[in-house]
T-cell receptor
Framework: GEDVEQSLFLSVREGDSSVINCTYT??????LYWYKQEPGAGLQLLTY?????DMKQDQRLTVLLNKKDKHLSLRIADTQTGDSAIYFC?????????FGTGTLLAVQP | KAGVTQTPRYLIKTRGQQVTLSCSPI?????VSWYQQTPGQGLQFLFE???????NKGNFPGRFSGRQFSNSRSEMNVSTLELGDSALYLC????????????FGSGTRLTVV
């Protein structure tokens, strides 16, 4: 079945780059998304990439997609304390999203 | 432009009761989907509606149901509540589904006691 895996935790220092990784099993996803969730809040869409693209850059965010390995990554440049949150990758398929387990990003000042 | 509005924000119910949650999508969005978020199971898809028709349904028991009105507002209902139904219920709206992006509301925190 469909499955999306992420590492559980990532700790970085303020100003460093963060790289959050995601692997998925279902290659039928047309779009792949990254969402951010802060404590007590809903999900905020950060960016998404069409499955026939390899890379997408959006200000401090860079998404890389390796279709052969079914691997997706989100790079956050110049990470700030305000970036501390849980990050979810998700595959879009048949009018629904399949979410990963989420990665808690902790940014140390 | 108003975002996705979910009401109520918090709810406490007793086991065996039923509950109705409401979601008002972004104006012009015709797709509304619902997700359940729990610490143990993560984010799981419940169902998706487009123009009042359910297009997709997740793997949840029949106690979970939903509907969408002609103004695109949606409700989900959970009957005969169980302790395990305690969760954050998130609603997402979209112009038409994947490819258009999904915007989420802040969620309804349901606690079953």
């Amino acid at each position: 079945g469909e499955d999306v895996e992420q590492s559980l935790f990532l700790s970085v220092r303020e100003g460093d780059s963060s790289v959050i990784n995601c692997t998925y099993t279902d290659s039928s996803s047309t779009y792949l998304y990254w969402y951010k969730q802060e404590p007590g809040a809903g999900l905020q869409l950060l960016t998404y990439i069409f499955s026939n693209m390899d890379m997408k850059q959006d200000q401090r965010l860079t998404v890389l997609l390796n279709k052969k390995d079914k691997h997706l990554s989100l790079r956050i440049a110049d990470t700030q304390t305000g970036d501390s949150a849980i990050y979810f990758c998700a595959g879009g398929a048949t009018n629904k999203l399949i979410f990963g387990t989420g990665t808690l990003l902790a940014v140390q000042p | 432009k108003a975002g996705v509005t979910q009401t109520p924000r918090y709810l406490i119910k007793t086991r065996g009761q039923q509950v109705t949650l409401s979601c008002s999508p972004i104006s012009g969005h015709r797709s509304v989907s619902w997700y359940q978020q729990t610490p143990g199971q993560g984010l799981q898809f419940l169902f998706e509606y487009f123009s009042e028709t359910q297009r997709n349904k997740g793997n949840f028991p029949g106690r979970f149901s939903g509907r969408q009105f002609s103004n695109s507002r949606s409700e989900m209902n959970v009957s005969t509540l169980e302790l395990g139904d305690s969760a954050l219920y998130l609603c997402a709206s979209s112009l038409g589904g994947e490819g258009y992006g999904y915007t989420f509301g802040s969620g309804t925190r349901l606690t079953v006691v």
